[in-house]
């Protein structure tokens, strides 16, 4: 744990110049290996609930990560999710990541889409996991840019 007191939030954000829909299409916990170069793939977790939307990512790295969905909106266009296990094991407890999309409607960028991705972590993480995870989220925001 850092000496340091540390924010256990990150929030980045990215402009993607295609609609909201062509965007959206992308944002499911089982595609996200689709448009992210950092996931080597990305498949639905065996013995869950078919209740429950559990999905393994797989890094290029060999990381795994076992990752939940909490919440999905079609309206809001957002979807949240949880990491409930990982190879090797995290150095914190819980995290929560939040993607939502925005339509521009007005400006240079009209007819664009705006993307948050957030991401709270429990107070046991250390600035170096929350920077790490502001570069994955500006990295993977790029790369969703580039297949959207």
Do not use: C
Request: net charge negative; no cysteine; proline share 3%.
């Amino acid at each position: 744990m850092s000496a340091i007191p540390t924010a256990t939030y990150v929030q980045e954000t990215a402009v993607i110049a295609k609609p909201l829909a062509a965007v959206w299409s992308q944002i499911k916990l089982g595609h996200f290996s689709n448009w992210w170069s950092k996931l080597a793939k990305s498949e639905a977790a065996k013995d869950v609930s078919d209740e429950t939307s559990v999905v393994n990512w797989t890094f290029v790295d060999g990381t795994v990560l076992t990752v939940k969905q909490e919440e999905h909106s079609s309206i809001d266009h957002s979807i949240s999710y949880s990491v409930i296990s990982a190879t090797p094991a995290l150095t914190y407890s819980s995290v929560v990541s939040t993607i939502r999309l925005y339509p521009i409607t007005s400006g240079q960028a009209a007819g664009g889409t705006f993307v948050t991705w957030s991401g709270s972590f429990s107070s046991d993480a250390d600035a170096g996991v929350v920077e790490d995870a502001r570069f994955k989220r500006a990295e993977a925001l790029a790369d969703l840019a580039k297949s959207a």
